[in-house]
């Protein structure tokens, strides 16, 4: 696994994590924006190991759908 897919990774974890707590303290609206994070960086992380980078959101959504 390259270095920069595995920070891609933590960071969606982190945020995966985040989007729990928030969920736990009531806060529906602001957890999924932190799902939607650990979702996006999950599939840079999976794009950038076949070593495709982009830089706005809907480029890696059009490459990873």
Known sequence: MKEETRKLLEKA???LHAAGTLL???DAEF???R???AMFHTAQ???R???LRFRK???VHAAFG
């Open 13 to 15: 974890e982190r945020a």
């Open 24 to 26: 736990a303290a009531g």
């Open 35 to 37: 799902a939607y994070y």
């Open 45 to 47: 992380a999976l794009l």
């Open 49 to 51: 190991e076949r070593d």
């Open 31 to 33: 957890a999924a924006g």
């Open 57 to 59: 959101h809907g480029s």
